[in-house]
């Protein structure tokens, strides 16, 4: 079983910054990829980045140039820079997960969200 630890969230200002961490524990024998989601009220939940074990990274549109996500494999850590803060980042962000659990000789793949942390942009 894959545990999925967030921290980080909370209440800034416009144009301010704020980092998130993702730290993913238990049988993992590697991981594939990590993403960073998010969920506004009555909203669907959309992707914010992404970023493979390879180190190749992926954004939405809306928060290319402000956000940046980099992981360290050896922590099976994720992190999410976020700056120049709007109002319309506001939302629950969640951390997945994808990967192999177990080991070389019994692996099964996996998929395992976090518990989300509330981001708040506002005066």
């Known amino acids: 079983q894959v545990r999925l630890v967030e921290s980080g969230g909370g209440l800034v200002q416009p144009g301010g910054s704020l980092s998130l961490s993702c730290a993913a524990s238990?049988?993992?024998?590697?991981?594939?990829?990590m993403r960073w989601y998010r969920q506004a009220s009555e909203k669907q939940r959309e992707l914010v980045a992404a970023?493979?074990?390879?180190?190749?990274?992926n954004y939405a549109d809306s928060v290319k140039g402000r956000f940046t996500i980099s992981s360290d494999n050896a922590k099976n850590a994720a992190y999410l820079q976020m700056n120049s803060l709007k109002p319309e980042d506001t939302a629950v962000y969640y951390c997945?997960?994808?990967?192999?659990?177990?080991?070389?000789?019994?692996?099964?793949?996996?998929?395992?969200w976090g518990q989300g942390t509330q981001v708040t942009v506002s005066s």
């Open positions: 238990g049988s993992i024998f590697s991981i594939n990829a």
């Open positions: 970023i493979t074990s390879g180190g190749s990274t």
């Open positions: 997945y997960v994808q990967g192999w659990s177990g080991s070389a000789t019994s692996a099964s793949s996996f998929g395992s």
